[in-house]
């Protein structure tokens, strides 16, 4: 594909299948476990291989997910073991996209990080096909977008909400910007079997400890809640910057003894023991969880923001409630821990809506379009 000419898509396409599938680099700050890094591994495994041949470049030493990349087949190189970015690893990064200038067809950066450096030292490299991401709520702003936004020569978002931003706040024409929709693998999150239904009334969140999930209102609205229905647990899935912080506020809590939390990991087991699935973001994308939550079954209890609304129906698949507000969010917990026919009835639903719009498959062929026509 290096040596398609870079003025037509359907030249390009054609060079494609003549001289093989176009390199695609994935550039990623780690493989640590998260959203992005699993959304990577599955796009990456999900392509078609005789139009695209992805490759993940990881900037720090983060290596959660390295057994899967080579379980799927998907290399991945490590340009740094730094813990964090820094000069060297900024170094690291601009000395590889130098090296490999001509040899690279497109350059796909993820998360905030790699989304900045990427493009920048992508482009100064003069790299031909350079694709930007968004992919959470906060991503426009971190990223700079104001003043970076014409760096790439196309744009993907996981949501309508952040497409909207894009092209609304940002200006961006909306033949460059696209929505793509995060994919679920439907086949690995299955709901478990009917025998094995849980007992307990747990409501689960699957989130980084940080400023966007705002677990603060949570734990405000379990302390509602759990005066309510004395069987309710709650359980946290996750680690992040503010994992102390939240562990602080869990030790003060007034129902302590029946909240949990663990680190992040293969989140089945978790969504096997739950009864509800909740978030209480202050900013979003289109989370991973929630989509994982639909396809193990899960009825959803969330905050209507970013693209939640995209994926939760209201009173279909789940209830929303308004950001930062507690009492709100322990009202639809309270109304879904109320109703178990309801609960199961939305975990079907969003079970079906999984299979029906968020699959890899879907996912893969869309972000393709994007790549067959980028010039």
């Known amino acids: 594909m290096t040596q398609a000419p870079a003025d037509s898509g359907d030249k390009r396409q054609s060079a494609g299948r003549a001289f093989g599938p176009a390199r695609l680099v994935m550039l990623l700050q780690d493989l640590s476990f998260g959203g992005t890094q699993r959304q990577a591994l599955e796009l990456a495994r999900a392509l078609d291989p005789d139009k695209y041949r992805p490759e993940i470049w990881v900037m720090t030493r983060g290596r959660d997910f390295a057994p899967l990349a080579a379980n799927y087949g998907v290399p991945a190189v490590w340009l740094s073991d730094g813990a964090n970015v820094g000069i060297r690893e900024l170094g690291a990064l601009r000395r590889k996209l130098i090296e490999e200038r001509g040899k690279v067809d497109i350059l796909l950066p993820l998360t905030a990080i790699p989304t900045i450096w990427g493009r920048i030292f992508g482009r100064l490299a003069g790299y031909p096909a350079i694709v930007g991401t968004c992919r959470g709520g906060g991503a426009p702003k971190r990223q700079h977008e104001r003043f970076l936004k014409g760096l790439a020569h196309r744009h993907i978002c996981n949501s309508q909400a952040l497409a909207d931003i894009m092209t609304g706040r940002y200006g961006l024409p909306a033949k460059r910007v696209t929505a793509i929709p995060n994919g ?6 299955t709901p478990p079997p009917e025998e094995l239904r849980p007992v307990r009334e747990v409501i689960l969140c699957v989130a980084r400890f940080c400023e966007d999930k705002d677990h603060e209102t949570l734990l405000q609205a379990f302390a509602l809640t759990a005066e309510r229905f004395k069987r309710a647990e709650l359980w946290l899935v996750g680690n992040g910057p503010l994992a102390a912080s939240v562990t602080r506020q869990v030790a003060r809590h007034p129902a302590r003894s029946r909240i949990r939390a663990y680190p ?5 087991p978790f969504y096997q023991q739950a009864s509800i699935l909740t978030l209480s973001s202050v900013r979003e994308g289109l989370p991973n969880v929630i989509l994982e939550g639909m396809a193990m079954g899960l009825p959803v209890a969330a905050t209507r923001v970013g693209g939640v609304p995209e994926a939760v129906e209201e009173g279909v698949t789940g209830l929303l409630a308004p950001a930062r507000d ?12 109320a109703d178990e026919p309801r609960r199961l009835a939305m975990g079907r639903a969003g079970r079906e809506k999984a299979v029906s719009r968020y699959s890899l498959h879907a996912m893969a062929r869309a972000h393709e379009a994007v790549f067959d026509a980028l010039p």
């Open 326 to 337: 507690p009492a709100a969010l322990a009202g639809i917990l309270d109304a879904l821990l």
């Open 264 to 268: 992040g990991g293969d989140p089945r």
């Open 184 to 189: 679920v693998d439907i086949d690995f999150f």
